[in-house]
């Protein structure tokens, strides 16, 4: 089979590769990849600057058909229509696995930079990370379901967004625009979504149908002064951080009240962040960080899917074939559009 590997260390090092296809253990199955999402951090893998282990398959994100199964699984059988939890390799017997954080165990291994992922043609994954794919929902749109996970965890498990809340948003990538629907989902009164000249094309378009209330192009605008005159005055009660600029991330403070709340989801690479401590101590900020998923926002995730409350599909901008994947990279870095897919198969 074809897979994308990054062979070595450094910036670069990605090659379409001939690889054999993936013997599964006893509790495995073995996944045909029908599509998979280009994140953020595989943008880092290119350049160095988040943890991978060479050689590997890149790609976390993905939907898929079971085509085998291990002896010792349950409940899964060929032809299942699945996604699953990018969690496959954690060491089980620390605190944060033993207190039902295993997404953030120090040892864990995941799909796309710790073991073999999805920019291949099949991929192998335990069948306790699985989740059924819901009959409304397209591979295309399923392979959007970890972003969304990830934002619920983000968003309204820990940032815990009320009713009524005034929420503003930086970055108007895929995360971006997944958080600033989720918001609205969580029950925001106002939503406001900070993007770039590079958004306005397309991103801007697809807030627009979210439908965000108000739209500010940080590249031309005050965004502090608009975020003040909108609010009249105000202020936001949220501020979700999903660009991973180090501008962004300081504004967050000044646009948020006191007791505010600040969601950081964006990762900044391995940019240093000046970031306004005293700000932020004047005005009793509550700061929530986040990495990865939980198993209980996969949940939400599929029964949010499921309902038709939300089909996160609708941040899918272009899709490409394995073969096409230096353009596809290409557009994911630049901002061209929104999520970028590859269909390997």
């Known amino acids: 089979m074809e897979g994308l590997v990054k062979t070595g260390k450094g910036t670069g090092f990605i090659e379409l590769k001939e690889v054999p296809i993936p013997s599964i253990k006893a509790n495995e199955v073995l996944i045909k990849v029908k599509a ?19 050689p590997v398959i890149l790609g976390h994100e993905f939907a898929g058909e079971i085509v ?25 017997v620390c605190d944060l696995c033993r207190a039902g954080y295993s997404q953030i165990c120090p040892d864990k291994r995941s799909p796309g930079w710790g073991m073999d992922g999805a920019f ?16 409304k929902i397209n591979y295309e749109s399923a392979a959007v379901a970890e972003p969304l996970a990830i934002v619920l965890h983000e968003v309204a ?16 990538g895929p995360i971006g625009l997944l958080s600033a629907k989720v918001a609205l989902l969580s029950g925001a009164s106002q939503v406001i979504l900070v993007g770039t000249d590079r958004d306005v094309d397309y991103r801007f378009k697809i807030a627009q149908q979210i439908p965000v209330d108000y739209i500010i192009n940080g590249s031309k605008e005050d965004v502090v002064a608009k975020i003040e005159e909108n609010t009249k005055g105000k202020l936001v009660d949220v501020a979700i951080e999903a660009s991973g600029s180090p501008k962004a991330i300081a504004q967050t403070v000044q646009v948020i009240k006191h007791l505010g709340r600040i969601i950081g989801v964006g990762l900044p690479g391995n940019r240093m962040v000046e ?31 499921e309902s038709g409350k939300i089909d ?19 557009y994911a870095e630049k901002g061209i559009g929104a999520k970028i897919l590859i269909l390997p198969n």
């Open 275 to 305: 970031f306004p401590w005293q700000i932020a101590m004047a005005k009793v900020a509550e700061i929530y960080f986040n990495m990865s998923s939980s198993h209980s926002s996969w949940n939400r995730a599929m029964n949010l899917m």
């Open 120 to 135: 291949a043609n099949y991929v192998t994954m335990p069948f306790s990370l699985l989740h059924r794919i819901p009959e």
């Open 157 to 172: 498990e820990r940032g815990k967004i009320h009713a009524g809340d005034k929420v503003v948003v930086f970055g108007a």
């Open 312 to 330: 996160p599909g609708f941040v899918v901008s272009h899709k490409f074939t394995l073969k096409e994947w230096k353009q596809a990279f290409e």
């Open 36 to 54: 998979a999402g280009i994140c953020g951090t595989d943008i880092h893998i290119l350049h160095d600057s988040f943890p991978y282990y060479p």
């Open 68 to 92: 085998e199964v291990g002896k010792e699984v349950q409940g899964w059988r060929k032809g299942d229509r699945v996604v699953a939890e990018p969690h496959s390799r954690t060491c089980g």
